[in-house]
């Protein structure tokens, strides 16, 4: 399915959960229409149409989907979460939906880890030494991971072969073994167009996460990783936002543990940080109306710092949002005084 051209072109975000702060980002600059399963997704209030659609691995799933986009004259369909990616990959590629993703089968391998890792060696590209339960590790201690999991699930540290034996069996699904790294931790917020060229590659710090998600982090100007999530997206032929996760161990340097070819939890960090006009949805939008856009890697405002927090929405008995806050959230404080 092409991309709908004209002003009037909507943006269908599948999966949207709690991620209220993306869905009001698009609604600025298009018709968005949200579309999740789950009645109480509150994400779903900030756009201008939502819609209860079957669940992911139900036939009726991406029947459901073009039909809304023709309904809206949806030019883009944007994932916020990782279920859906291979999905929409197929749609995407039989011409069904125009879904911003990768091609299936990198779809398929980020979204298994250690699938991942191989990915990313045959590519060239750093990744930390990783193996499956039972192969041999060449140092500790190392962490045992879900091979799907998400949200930092079963993740554990184990600083010896009896540890890492133990936790492989007590995580009760497939897992692999991966070197632990000794250094501080990034994510680089990418976007490409859908010819798979990188537009922008914006770099933050992992100040806290919680549950896996970051929740405050500071744009960084650090040139080694704008390249290296560059590299990344153009290598996989990433299409639309990829988040890039990185470690820089002590001794190894720069090593690649996770890559989601959709928007990262810390999404105000490069809405901060792109220059007027060249945030992510806006791009998006442009795209979705078939305008080119202009590679512009490293052009973003470094220093800026987020920290998130949470909210909540008031439904009345039709599941309808009221209107009404338990507090009315005061204005932007005052800057402090200088000391």
Sequence with gaps: MAPSRGLNVGVLLTGVGKRYDIVSAFAQHATVVAADPNPLAPAQYAAH???????IDDAEYVPALQELCHRHRVGAVVPLT?????????????????????DPDIARQTFDKYEAHL?????GLPSPPTVLPGQPVDSYPVMVKPRRGSGARSIHRAADS??????????????????????????????SDLAGGCLNAIPRT???????????????????????????????????????QVFRDREIGLGITDVNTRFGGAFPAPMYAARRGHT????????????????????????????????????????VPTGRDIVEPPGPPAPRAAP
Excluded: N
């Design 49 to 55: 149409h939502r819609y209860g659609v079957p669940r």
């Design 82 to 102: 990782d279920l859906d990616l291979e999905v929409l990959a197929h749609a995407r590629l039989a011409g069904e939906l125009p879904a911003f993703v990768p």
């Design 119 to 123: 990915l990313l060696e045959r590519h």
């Design 162 to 191: 009896e540890a890492a034996e133990f936790f492989a069996r007590y995580v009760e699904e497939p897992t692999m073994v991966q070197r632990f790294m000794d250094g501080p931790e990034f994510s680089i917020d990418c976007l």
């Design 206 to 244: 992992m100040i806290e996460s919680r549950g896996g998600e970051s929740i405050k982090g500071t744009v960084i100007a650090d040139p080694e990783l704008i390249g290296l999530g560059r590299r990344v997206v153009e290598a996989l032929g990433v299409r639309g936002p990829c988040t890039v």
């Design 280 to 319: 992510y949805p806006e791009l998006i939008v442009r795209m979705a109306r078939g305008e080119r856009v202009e590679p512009h890697v490293g052009d973003f405002r470094a220093g800026v710092t987020f920290t998130r927090y949470f909210w909540q929405l008031e439904l009345d008995d039709r599941l």
